[in-house]
């Protein structure tokens, strides 16, 4: 059975890759500076809408934001970032609307996730 989104959700299009893996998949390094291009789009409504993407990474207690990249919807957002499997086992990647508050656990300036999915694009390193 696939999954339906909310209705404010519907019509969002996300499509990420690290290094050139796409979302959910594993990476093959151990470390280095990593290659993000991320597309997403959610029809013309929010065509330039000013986005954050929070770089997460396991942290204790709750993860750790690694950089926050600002981004554009309906455009392409292509950065790199250095990654080390030794600081951990998975790197997550989360949409959001800029400076909204999260009410959740981790760095109070991280923004919140308002209109994605709850599962983020997220990536593994090869065991």
């Known amino acids: 059975m696939r999954a339906r989104l ?3 959700l519907s019509g969002l299009r996300l499509d990420a890759t690290a290094g ?3 979302m959910n998949g594993v990476l093959s390094l151990a470390s280095g500076h990593v290659r993000f291009a ?4 959610r029809g ?4 330039g809408k000013p986005l954050d993407i929070p770089v997460l990474r396991p ?6 934001v690694a950089e926050v990249v600002p981004a554009t ?7 790199t970032v250095p990654l080390d499997v030794e600081d951990g086992a998975w790197v997550v990647l989360r949409i959001s609307t800029r400076r909204s508050p999260t009410g959740s656990p981790g760095r ?3 923004p919140a996730t308002t ?3 709850p599962t983020p694009p997220g990536w593994w390193p090869a065991p």
């Open 108 to 110: 109070p300036d991280t």
């Open 59 to 64: 942290g204790s207690g709750a993860p750790a």
């Open 115 to 117: 209109w994605v999915p």
């Open 38 to 41: 991320v597309d997403l789009d």
């Open 6 to 8: 909310p209705r404010h």
């Open 73 to 79: 919807a309906g455009s392409l957002a292509e950065f």
């Open 44 to 47: 013309p409504d929010c065509l």
């Open 20 to 22: 050139g893996v796409r």
